[in-house]
């Protein structure tokens, strides 16, 4: 318990937005990390998404942990972000479709699957393949994490045009919502290490 309570002050940087005030724009550190009730007692990230709970979130994700960590590593991008992408986008459902036709794990549009030269969007391994690429490619142009996200999801044209993330309520949700998620994996991930140590 002295170590939860010990780890639980850790502290990220805020991200900057346009709208949000500082109280509302991220829950408290804290509430990073799940601590589960099984006899594992496993930490996970404190992250739900489509109803289930974070233990359920980090079983569907464990599967592409591997995957994930390769094409990170291959694209020098954080596999964090990148989970954290993927939880935002499917909730780790390889089978996800959104109502404007976004595909998979990362939620590709059909045309900028095809732009990506993507033979199959719904194969799990080619839509993470791609979308890594692809979100290695906006970190690489706009040289943050935010930014990236912002051209994730609102396109790089409006990040370009708005010189940072557009003022569109769904994109600052958006990047707000996938901070607070990298920020768990990332502290899970420092959590479980120095576990280790």
């Given amino acids: 318990q002295e170590q939860r309570t010990a780890f639980a002050g850790v502290g990220f940087p805020h991200i900057e937005t346009n709208s949000r005030p500082d109280a509302q724009r991220y829950k408290p550190y804290k509430q990073l990390l799940s601590f589960s009730d099984d006899a594992n007692g496993d930490i996970v990230p404190h992250i739900k998404c489509m109803g289930l709970t974070p233990q359920r979130v980090a079983n569907r994700a464990k599967q592409f942990d591997a995957k994930i960590f390769e094409l990170a590593v291959k694209h020098n991008v954080s596999a964090s972000l990148v989970k954290a992408v993927v939880a935002k986008e499917s909730c780790f459902n390889p089978a996800a479709r959104s109502h404007v036709g976004a595909i998979g794990l990362m939620q590709l549009m059909p045309e900028t699957a095809r732009w990506l030269k993507v033979k199959s969007p719904e194969n799990p391994q080619q839509n993470l393949a791609a979308g890594v690429r692809y979100l290695a490619q906006l970190r690489k142009r706009f040289g943050s994490n935010e930014l990236a996200l912002a051209a994730y999801n609102a396109g790089p ?16 949700n958006y990047v707000h919502d996938v901070m607070y998620f990298y920020r768990g994996y990332v502290a899970t991930t420092r959590f479980v290490n120095a576990q280790g140590s």
């Fill in 157 to 172: 044209g409006n990040v370009d045009r708005y010189k940072g993330i557009p003022p569109f309520a769904e994109t600052e």
